[in-house]
C-alpha cells in the first residue's frame, strides 16, 4: 500500500501549495514549507522527508542556489526541480548535478504526482521537453534534434535499470549496421530509425524497480508487468512527435516470427521490419551481455544461436543476413 | 474492511490500458475484470460484488460521465469506490466526476504502478471517510478554478 509521502517544499507560492496537495490528492502526504532554510536545517530534517521539491525561478540572479544548498545536504537524489519556463541553463546544472527528477512548471498535476512519486520509492523521472532542453532541443521533430530527446530519455532509463549499462547504445549500432545491409522499405537507415532503436525500452520507465531489477526470477503476473513495456513505451513517445518506424520498433520489438511474442501476437512479415530487424541486435547484445542469472556467450555463440532459431523467433532472411554482417560469412543462397 | 483481495473493474474503450491498470491491479494482489464501456460497465457491476471502479470519461456509446450518473443512482453501488480517467485534468472536468461521486481523477498519461496503492488507500477508508476527502478535494479543485490554475 503507498505510504504517506513527506515533502519538503523549497520556494514556490501558495498557488504551488495548493496545486501539489491536489495532485498528491488521492495518496497521503505532509508538506513542509519552512520559512527559510539553512544548510542545518536541511540535514536535520533529511532523515524525516522523502522528498524535497525545489521550486527554481530562472529570474533568479543565481537560479540553482537552493540546489546547491541540497546537494551539500546529500539529498540531490531525493529532489525534484521544479523549473519556471523552459531555463537551459538551470535544467543542465540541475541534471548535471544528478537530482532525481526535472519537471517544468505549468505541467499537469498528475505528471508532478508521478515525478514525486517516483523519486519517493528511489526512481527518477525527467519530464520529457525538461530532457529535452537539456539537449537544445525543444521540438524533437522541428529541428532535428530527435536524436538529443532519443538520448536523453535513453539515459533517464539507464538510471533506473541497473543490469542494462550501455545496452542502447550497444544494441543501436549492432542494429544501424544490419539496416544499412537489409534496405527493408520500412526500415531504412535514417536518424529517425536510430532513434526508435535506442528508445526500444523507453517503456520500462513505467515498470516498478522491484520487478526491473529483481534478482530472483520473476512471478507470471511480474513477468506479465513487465511485458507491457512496449505498449508503455509507445505512449510515453506519441506526444513527442517520432515518425512511425520509432514508435513500430517501440511497440513491436518483442515479437517473435511465429506469432508468440508480445503484445500483439503478430505473424512473420506482420511484424513492422524494423522491429523484426532490431529483435536480432536485441537478443545478440542480451546474450553476449553479463546478467547476474547466466555467463556471458561470445559474440559468435551469440549469431549462431539467432541463426538456429530463424523461422521461430527471428525472420529467417534477416538471421542469414545478420551472420553474413557480423560474422562476414557467406550467405547460402537459395537456387531459383 | 475485509481481508479478501479487493475487487477491481477497469473500464476502458482502450484495451491497451485494459491490460496495463488489469495489471498491475494483480500484481498488487487485487481481482480485477474488464469491460470496455459504460454499458457493459453497469452491467457487471449490477451482478458481482465489486469494491471498486476505474472509470474512463471518453468511451463511445455510454461514456464514463453517464455511467457514473447511473451508478450512483443505484443505492446498492454506493460503497463503490470510484476513480475516474480522463486525458485532459482541468479543474472543471475534475469536479464534474467528484460532484457526481468519483473518489479520484487521474489524467493519463499515468503511473500504472501507482493505481494500486490509490485504490488500495480509498477502499481501506470506511465509507463516511471517503466521502470526506472527497469533498474536500473537490472544494481544493474549486479553489483552484477560482484561481485560474489549470496546471501546477
Not at chain 1, 511480474?222 to 506519441?238: D, F, K, Q, S, Y
Amino acid at each position: 500500500m503507498a505510504r504517506q509521502i513527506r515533502i519538503l517544499l523549497l520556494g514556490g507560492d501558495a498557488a504551488l501549495w495548493v496545486g501539489l496537495s491536489s495532485a498528491l490528492g488521492s495518496r497521503s502526504s505532509q508538506i513542509v514549507v519552512p520559512k527559510d532554510v539553512s544548510l542545518g536545517d536541511l540535514a536535520a530534517t533529511a532523515r524525516n522527508i522523502d522528498v524535497v521539491c525545489v521550486v527554481t525561478n530562472h529570474a533568479d540572479s543565481d537560479p540553482c542556489a537552493p540546489l546547491r544548498l541540497v546537494r551539500q545536504a546529500g539529498l540531490e537524489r531525493r529532489t525534484v526541480v521544479i523549473a519556471s519556463g523552459a531555463d537551459q541553463r538551470t535544467a543542465a546544472e540541475a541534471l548535471g548535478m544528478g537530482i532525481g527528477a526535472y519537471i517544468v512548471r505549468g505541467s499537469t498535476p498528475d505528471r508532478l504526482a508521478m515525478a514525486i512519486t517516483q523519486v519517493a520509492e528511489g526512481g527518477a523521472f525527467y519530464d520529457a521537453p525538461a530532457a529535452s532542453v537539456l539537449h537544445g532541443a525543444e521540438d524533437a521533430q522541428a529541428n532535428g534534434s530527435m536524436m538529443s530527446a532519443a538520448r536523453a530519455l535513453a539515459s533517464a532509463l539507464e538510471l533506473k535499470d541497473t543490469y542494462t549499462g550501455g545496452h542502447a547504445e550497444r544494441v543501436t549500432h549492432l542494429a544501424i549496421r544490419l539496416a544499412h545491409s537489409a534496405l527493408l522499405e520500412d526500415a531504412m537507415p535514417s536518424e529517425a530509425l536510430e532513434a526508435g532503436f535506442l528508445l526500444h525500452d523507453v517503456g520500462k520507465i513505467g515498470i516498478p524497480e522491484s520487478i526491473l531489477n529483481k534478482p530472483d526470477s520473476l512471478s507470471d503476473t511480474e513477468r506479465r508487468v513487465l511485458n507491457t513495456h512496449p505498449i508503455l513505451g509507445e505512449r510515453i513517445v506519441a506526444p513527442l512527435g517520432f515518425p512511425e518506424c520509432v514508435r513500430n520498433v517501440i511497440r513491436h520489438h518483442h515479437e517473435r516470427w511465429d506469432g508468440d511474442g508480445y503484445p500483439d501476437k503478430l505473424k512473420g512479415e506482420e511484424i513492422p521490419g524494423a522491429a523484426r530487424l532490431f529483435s536480432i541486435a536485441d537478443s545478440i547484445d542480451a546474450m553476449t551481455s553479463i546478467r547476474p542469472y547466466r555467463m556471458p556467450v561470445t559474440f559468435e555463440e551469440a549469431v549462431s544461436e539467432v541463426v538456429l532459431h530463424a523461422g521461430k523467433q527471428f525472420d529467417p532472411d534477416l538471421a542469414l543476413l545478420a551472420q553474413e554482417v557480423f560474422l562476414n560469412a557467406p550467405i547460402h543462397l537459395p537456387v531459383l | 474492511m475485509t481481508n479478501d483481495p479487493a475487487k477491481v473493474l477497469v473500464v476502458d474503450d482502450d484495451p491497451d490500458i485494459r491490460t496495463i491498470v488489469g495489471l498491475n491491479l494483480t500484481l498488487a494482489g487485487m481481482e480485477t475484470g474488464e469491460a470496455a464501456n459504460g454499458q457493459e460497465a453497469l452491467d457487471q457491476l449490477a451482478s458481482g460484488d465489486w469494491d471498486a471502479c476505474i472509470l474512463d470519461l471518453a468511451m463511445p456509446q455510454t461514456d464514463g460521465m453517464t455511467a457514473l450518473r447511473q451508478l450512483r443512482d443505484e443505492s446498492r453501488l454506493n460503497d463503490l469506490v470510484v476513480v475516474v480517467l480522463s486525458a485532459t485534468s482541468t479543474p472543471a472536468r475534475a469536479i464534474e466526476g467528484m460532484e457526481i461521486g468519483a473518489h479520484a481523477h487521474l489524467t493519463k498519461p499515468f503511473s500504472p504502478a501507482a493505481v494500486a496503492g490509490i485504490i488500495q488507500e480509498l477502499i481501506d477508508l470506511s465509507p463516511d471517510e471517503r466521502d470526506k476527502r472527497r469533498r474536500s478535494m473537490l472544494e481544493r479543485a474549486t479553489e483552484m478554478e477560482r484561481l485560474g490554475m489549470t496546471t501546477v
